[in-house]
């Protein structure tokens, strides 16, 4: 408020006063629920894939040395390509779709869970391994009261840091090549030159941003580290 009343320029910066109304007209038009919808099952999809597979790839190398030496090269070179060439190359190959979207933003998120992950599997308690084929459990049972409880904190901050990145991602590829979300309105009012309605979306981008950190993500992490902290 206070950089916009030194401008003066409304337009250019507009204030609070200026972009609440908006985003409560945006709210009561339906519009606003719409796209924010589009945005967060686009978030959802990709998240549920790249935790799916990263958690795969990364317990594989974690607990294979075979398996990392022939992943690492292919993960070092994942986790250094430019998020807009995969954005660009998945609308390029499979067409400007959903499953493009969903894929380009996993792709992105995929090598970062798999890195995070391998040092988490490579970090479990081989005692307690040893401990239950000792008592001949089998490989589920192992992964669910061996495996799991050691690698939830390190599940928990991945998913954390991961929703992070994803959010950022999944606006770049809206704005790139999709017809609907919160990245599809910010680029549409951009060409327009709107800078309230830029904000409008940005702003309410935010605060569903923040409500899923501090009332899903939080707790979330917490719980997974509570065992180590009792």
């Known amino acids: ?13 507009p204030g609070p006063m ?12 339906g519009e606003l629920l719409f796209h924010v919808g589009a ?16 958690t795969a790839l990364g317990l594989l190398m974690g607990r294979h040395a075979g398996v ?20 660009v190359l ?9 499953a493009a979207a969903v894929a380009a933003v996993a792709i992105n998120k995929i090598p970062m869970v798999t ?6 599997a490579r970090a479990l308690d081989p005692s307690l ?9 089998g490989r589920l049972a192992r992964l669910r009261h061996v495996v799991i409880p050691q690698l939830a904190p390190h599940l928990a901050s991945t998913a954390r840091s991961g929703l992070a990145l994803i959010w950022k991602i999944v606006l770049v590829v809206e704005f790139l090549g999709r017809s609907s979300g919160v990245g599809f309105k910010i680029h549409l009012y951009f060409q327009l030159f709107d800078v309230r309605m830029v904000l409008t979306y940005a702003l309410a981008f935010v605060i569903v941003m923040l409500a899923i950190e501090t009332l899903l993500m939080q707790p979330v992490e917490r719980r997974a580290r509570a065992w180590r902290d009792a």
């Open 68 to 87: 990392d030496r022939w992943v690492d090269p292919w993960l070092v070179v994942f986790l250094n390509l430019p998020a807009l060439v995969v954005i």
């Open 18 to 29: 200026d972009v609440l109304p908006r985003l409560g007209h945006e709210l009561a038009s």
């Open 115 to 120: 890195a995070m992950l391998r040092e988490g």
């Open 90 to 98: 998945c609308y390029l190959w499979i067409g400007l779709s959903e």
């Open 39 to 54: 945005t967060l099952g686009r978030v959802v999809a990709a998240f549920v894939l790249a935790m799916s597979i990263g």
């Open 1 to 13: 408020m206070g950089l916009a009343a030194l401008r003066g320029e409304p337009r250019i910066l």
């Open 129 to 137: 391994d040893a401990m239950a084929r000792v008592f001949r459990m």
